[in-house]
């Protein structure tokens, strides 16, 4: 008895919050816009039947979302901007995760208490204080013209570059703890018997550790890939009129256009968007363990 | 355990029915009040006033669209209070609880009406209008000194955005506020709802856009007021808040606003009651208090924006009521306009082209 309930709770949460609020948006999307409160039509009314309410529904809004460039090119940009910080995050996130895992003993708890501590403050105050650092007066350009290394102050606040930096800042935990979680558990004698047989050190990093850690590489890809693609704080704050990301558009759906259904489609594209890669990488890696076993 | 936690859960709810009561909860636009206003009305009245603040009205009209937020008094402006009378988002203001109505301007009452015919759902905060902030020194550096800053050729004319970039410039993110005046620049109407007249503005914007640091709503205050840009189109009381902030900091930092000579947009932030709200009886409470003439006054010598209390005048310092960039003088008054909110297709038309603009696709 206890087990099942143990077993239901994940269910449970499941159901209460994915699959029900996703139920919703999906509603939502294939009803129409209103001048109403809250601002679309059909709502349902259990007098009216649930069979006259589902009969007013249609998928006219994701058909407009093909009418219309501003979505895929959105999707694709988001997908870029978020394939691009993950790249980035990997890149200088392992060294850390590394030299973290290659840490003398009594060291590891400190280092893995610095990379944690500023999760303590506001994620937003974090976003903001890089205003404070990117800005044309801001701190890294005082530094720069201070040390003579630039003559004219960079603009950086409100480009891509600072989206980057905000993202990578932001993520880059994600991408250490797992990571850094694979290669603590890697037993060092692997790596011996690896240079023992002939290879250089670099050789034996490329062969057996990064092979083995390769784990914690795609949990991080994957914690920093897909919170990116929907994010909207950080390019709304550091970046600056160019960037295009699905979370603006989605945004501007809701709150300019007053067009809920709309913002809804693009909502439910999006989770398809990403749905669809989780559920072929989760086939694929089943597949390796059964060929494997 | 669990009869406990039941018996906690019910208490809090009750706690929270009955705070509701002495509980005024106000949703204002940011940077739009003197704080000391706030501790001031909790004394006089003993109600407890939770304060929150947005910087767009379009952040406010979803929370009415989707009903339930939980405030007593809300600050929406005029082509938006339209439409939430429209979709019933407020409750009529009941006039025997308002005491202070004597003070109104019936100059602003007689514009306000447009919006909410009779005044029967709102009553005028503050009004301004939307124009150009300039960091005159740098200005005058990039573009030479006899350079007009009163004209919409400072950020329409491609020639001085392209110089002007390297010292930042940002534009309001409404849509509802640039693409009037973009229409006043090329002598089109600018309450124009034609999707075709509006349609002429594209070419105009597109040139401009890729000098447009940045385009958004509050911003601009404090980084006109640190020299981080030189220009910003944004509204009125703002760029007067940048221009104090400035002149405090004391770093040789100058800033003047000008209704633009071209016409310039003339708003109106109206307080009105959610139909929904929890506290009606406080919300009319909070709403006479503010339009006692010296609370009013107090206001605007705080923020620099002109209010539609006639009887507030008397208390409002030299530097606020005798300045025709707050208080216009008959001759910009008549260059002002208004405009009317946006049928829902022609918002679209409108929200697709800002963000061709502002993204460049």
Known sequence: MKRVVVALIPYLWLLGLFLVPFAIVLKISLSDVAMARPPYLPQFSWSEGISTFLSQLDFENFTFLTTDDLYWKAYLSSLQIAATSTLLTLLIGYPIAYAMARAPEQWRAILMMLVILPFWTSFLIRVYSWMGILSQEGYLNQLLLGLGVISEPLIILNTKIAVYIGIVYTYIPF????????????????????????????????????????????????????????????????????????????????????DWPVASAVAVVLVLILIIPIVLFQQNQQKQQEAEN | MKGKTLGAACLFALATAVTAADEVRVYNWSDYIDEELLAKFEEETGLKLIYDVFDSNEVLETKMLAGG???????????????????????????????????????????????????EYSVNYMWGTTGLGVNVKRVAEVLGEDTPINSLDLIFKPENMARLASCGVHFLDAPAEVIPAALAYIGEDPDSHDPEVIAKVEPLLMAVRPHVQKFHSSEYINALANGDICVAFGWSGDILQARDRAAEADAGVEIVYHAPSEGALMWFDQMAIPVDAPNPEGAHTFLNFIMDAENMAQASNYVFYANGNLASQAFLVPDVIDDTAIYPDAETLENLYITTPYPAKVQRTVTRLWTRVKSGT
């Not at chain 1, 002939?198 to 850690?213: E, H, M, N």
């Not at chain 1, 590489?217 to 600056?240: R, W």
């Not at chain 1, 960037?243 to 603006?248: D, E, Q, Y």
């Open chain 1, 175 to 258: 991408m250490i703890l797992p990571i850094y979680a694979a290669l603590h558990r890697l037993d060092n004698s692997l790596i011996e018997a690896a240079e023992d047989l002939g290879c250089s050190r670099a050789k034996a990093f490329w062969l057996v550790t990064v092979p083995l850690s390769r784990n914690g590489i795609i949990a991080g890809c994957f914690l920093v890939f897909i919170p990116t693609l929907g994010e909207f704080v950080i390019p709304s704050l550091l970046g600056g009129s160019g960037t295009l990301m699905i979370g603006k558009v989605l945004w501007e759906e809701f709150f300019n256009n007053r």
């Open chain 2, 69 to 119: 937020s939980g405030y007593d008094v809300v600050v929406p402006s005029g082509t938006f209070l339209q439409r939430q009378i429209a979709v019933g988002a407020f409750q009529k203001l009941d006039p025997t609880k308002l005491t202070n109505r004597a003070n109104l301007w019936d100059v602003i009452e007689k514009r306000t009406a447009r919006y909410d015919p009779g005044n």
